[in-house]
């Protein structure tokens, strides 16, 4: 299985509304990456938070980590229309190789 | 504005044929990755490369082959040898490899079968 996994794995809210996705993995890493993704289209990067970081903010977006967990959450605060995508985590685990590691997303979808 | 150009944006394989995916980054990253993204799944690694003249093997790299003889470029060959390439094929860079490095994303080539 894989090392991210988001839960849930699609989600509806109206414009206005908090939209949070969560993010689990299995073994410990360096850090955490949350990545937007349009229909058709490629990823693009919101935020990286590192292993030794508990919280982290731009703009609407929260991110937490919790690595007694394993676990990460991404807010989304005020969605708008233009924050229907889905959104991916992506785990850079500490085994001492590269890789990155990216789960199979939540699909959010926000009515106007 | 820097960024990554992958093309064609829809490519069709017959069947025993090769086809090549373009990917170009104006970014002067020394890193490319190559990643196949089926329905309601994750990204799945194919090859890497962190410099040029150099790659690596991802996960699923069997029935493909990539070349990174220049910087900028880092084409993907699907070959006959893949039996199930219908996949949407993204292509990513990123300063170097390693920890704490966000990738840069084509929109990506969407591969059929004919």
């Known amino acids: 299985s894989q090392q991210g996994e988001e839960d849930p794995q699609a989600l509806s809210i109206q414009e206005g509304e908090n939209a949070t996705m969560n993010c689990s993995y299995k073994t410990s890493i360096n850090n955490l990456q949350w990545y937007r993704q349009n229909s058709g289209r490629g990823l693009v990067h919101l935020i990286l938070i590192r292993s030794n970081e508990r919280e982290k903010h731009s703009g609407r977006l929260r991110v937490t980590l919790d690595t007694s967990k394993k676990s990460s959450s991404l807010l989304i605060t005020a969605s708008r229309a233009a924050d229907t995508a889905s959104y991916f985590c992506?785990?850079?685990?500490?085994?001492?190789?590269?890789?990155?590691?990216f789960g199979a997303g939540t699909r959010l979808f926000v009515k106007a | 504005d820097g960024g990554i150009t992958q093309s064609p944006k829809y490519l069709f394989r017959k069947e025993g044929q090769n086809v090549t995916l373009s990917c170009e980054q104006n970014?002067?990253?020394?890193?490319m990755y190559w990643y196949r993204q089926d329905p309601g799944q994750g990204l799945r690694l194919i090859y890497y490369?962190?410099?040029?003249?150099?790659?690596q093997k991802g996960d699923i790299a069997e029935g493909y082959s990539v070349s990174r003889e220049k910087k900028e470029s880092f084409p993907l060959t699907v070959t006959s040898a893949q039996k199930n390439p219908t996949a949407f094929y993204l292509c990513?860079?990123?300063?170097?490899?390693?920890?704490?490095?966000?990738?840069?994303f084509g929109d990506g080539t969407r591969l059929s079968i004919l």
């Open positions: 490369s962190q410099i040029v003249n150099d790659f």
């Open positions: 990513a860079s990123s300063i170097q490899t390693g920890h704490n490095q966000p990738q840069h």
């Open positions: 992506a785990t850079d685990p500490n085994t001492g190789g590269f890789k990155t590691i």
């Open positions: 970014l002067n990253h020394d890193a």
